[in-house]
Structures are given as structure tokens and as C-alpha cells.
């Protein structure tokens, strides 16, 4: 399952970090950290839109 946390119109670009690149597991690493998630919660990706200041945070939790 996976919920956006922060959304808004427009469209968003799949996979980019805050720099317009690739994030990866450091990027969502500092936004789970930023939110105080904890197991089994995690961030599975991350999208950017500078052009709609949008940021999209999708997170998802191991099953038990």
C-alpha cells in the first residue's frame, strides 16, 4: 500500500530528488528521519515538480 503525504494539482516528476536527480535510499532516509518514521513504516519514493513546487512523499510499511 502505498499514501501520498503531501500532494497538490499538477503534474510530478517520477523518481527525481529536491536537486533533480535520482533519489535514493540517503534522500529517503533524511525524509524519514525529517517525519520520525520508524518500522515498519518507510519512504518507498519521492517525486519533485520545481516548476508546481510540488513535493510528493509515498510511504509504505513492511507487512508482519
Known amino acids: ?3 501520498p503525504v ?3 494539482a499538477g503534474r510530478a516528476v517520477e ?5 533533480g536527480r535520482d533519489g535514493g ?3 529517503r532516509g ?3 528521519r525529517a517525519l520520525g ?5 518507510r519512504v518507498e519514493r519521492t517525486e519533485f515538480d520545481a516548476a508546481e ?3 510528493d512523499l509515498h ?6
Open 15 to 19: 523518481g527525481r530528488g529536491a536537486a
Open 37 to 41: 518514521l520508524q518500522r515498519p513504516w
Open 25 to 27: 535510499m540517503a534522500e
Open 6 to 8: 503531501v500532494s497538490g
Open 59 to 64: 510511504l509504505d510499511f513492511e507487512a508482519a
Open 1 to 3: 500500500m502505498t499514501c
Open 30 to 32: 533524511l525524509f524519514e
Open 53 to 55: 513546487r510540488r513535493l
